[in-house]
């Protein structure tokens, strides 16, 4: 879906080949076709289309309104813009309530958007998900901790997971679990940075820390975070950009 390039698009097996040889692994959302070709021309290895464009770009109050069908318009567009990054398309809430469905709409990103992998959140409880899209032969990234879609049985109030020794044994339960069933990475959402450090050295696949401290394989960044567009300003985020303000002079202008 991609244009002609001489650079062949990575795959699971070159981020495992990063993570295997020490390197960082930098990862940034995107949403739509000209701010993929700039992150892919930039050399971003890693690219998910989060269901955070529900709150980011499409004005939703939360993810959880995210449908399939806006995650596959997003997700092909991004791939259009790309020709090198691994695009990781992020399953909407309730798109995998089961084995069965969780497969079908996983081959919908791959067959009808061109994503090459997808997400899945929670530990134990979406192991057997993360197996079922595994076994499909679909490359699966997990994702533990503070997890969007799961806000509401989580208190509503976004928060830093595992602080507690009990919390912090399930979420090294989930790590683990994800990584058994499948998963080839794993994102790590809002935990402890000394929680991070020991999944990070307990797993074998690489952990991708967004507000987990420094310790994990790679990083994952809202891309608007990243270039200092709208009023929320994540804790976990450093802005490299004021594009808010240059906008908002370039239109008065």
Partial sequence: MSGPSSTPRLTVADIGKLYAEGQRIAMLTAYDYPSAKLLDD?????????????TVLLGYDSEIRVTMEDMLHHTAAVVRGTSRALVVGDMPFLSYATPAEAVDNAVRFLQEAGAQAVKVEG??????????????????????????QSQHGLGGKVKVQG???DAARAVLH???????????????GLVPEQLAAVITQRLHIPTIG???????????????????LGTFRPKHARPYADLQATIADATRR
């Fill in 210 to 228: 967004i507000g987990a401290g420094p310790h994990c394989s790679g990083q994952v960044q809202v891309v608007t975070d990243l270039l200092g």
């Fill in 42 to 54: 930039a050399g971003i290895p890693f690219i998910l289309v989060g269901d955070s464009v529900g």
């Fill in 174 to 188: 989930d790590a683990v679990a994800v990584q058994e069933a499948g998963a080839f990475s794993i994102v790590l």
């Fill in 123 to 148: 530990g134990v409880r979406s192991a057997k998900i993360i197996e079922a899209i595994s076994r499909a032969g679909i490359p699966v990234m997990g994702h533990i901790g503070w997890t969007p």
């Fill in 163 to 165: 602080k507690s020794r």
